[in-house]
């Protein structure tokens, strides 16, 4: 039997995907991260910078892959992320779960909900109910089927990034990558 290579999977956009930047951007980076993943955490201030750098030239897309056995606040964290995006404030959210990896309990989230302006009420009835844990768990699901075992998981145009993470060389890497994701 023929083992399938992952590495070579290419990747689109799916319509669920938080997305920041244009749809024309010339670099794609598909990111499956989990918010008390410390690898995660160092990526996001990577990213940051990457966004700086490259403008309007580079699209993030993100995806929920929580670790739930390792990082146990990971999935509640992942959800409410998800709750803040039903009142277009996933990316609020998202950096200050990746700024404050250290301080991810339900006390933590509603703190951050009111700090980024959410209905609170909305915010708390979403976090008990667990609304968006399917969503979540469908990330993470897709994540496998993607080839993803480990976070973060990342793809520039379409193609599993295998090397490290740093600055310098994913910056090579992106703008020696095919554009058009």
């Not at 749809?23 to 980076?29: I, N």
């Not at 990213?47 to 990082?71: K, M, N, V």
Request: net charge negative; hydrophobic share 35%.
């Amino acid at each position: 039997m023929e083992k399938l290579d992952l590495s070579l999977r290419y990747l689109t956009v799916h319509p669920d995907d938080h997305l920041q930047g244009s749809a024309d951007a010339a670099y794609t980076l598909i990111e499956y991260g989990d918010y008390q993943c410390p690898g995660c955490g160092r990526l996001f201030l990577v990213i940051r910078d990457l966004q700086t750098e490259l403008g309007a030239t580079l699209r993030i897309a993100y995806r929920h892959y929580p670790f739930s056995g390792i990082h146990p606040q990971a999935q509640l964290a992942a959800e409410a992320a998800e709750s803040a995006g039903a009142q277009d404030r996933f990316w609020d959210m998202h950096d200050l779960l990746f700024e404050s990896q250290n301080a991810l309990a339900p006390k933590d989230l509603y703190r951050y909900a009111e700090q980024i302006g959410l209905d609170i009420k909305r915010f708390r009835d979403d976090v008990k109910a667990r609304r968006y844990r399917d969503l979540v768990n469908e990330h993470f699901r897709r994540g496998v089927q993607d080839g993803v075992y480990g976070t973060p998981g990342l793809f520039i145009n379409g193609i599993r990034h295998n090397g490290t993470l740093d600055l310098d060389t994913l910056r090579a890497r992106i703008v020696t990558a095919e554009s058009g994701v």
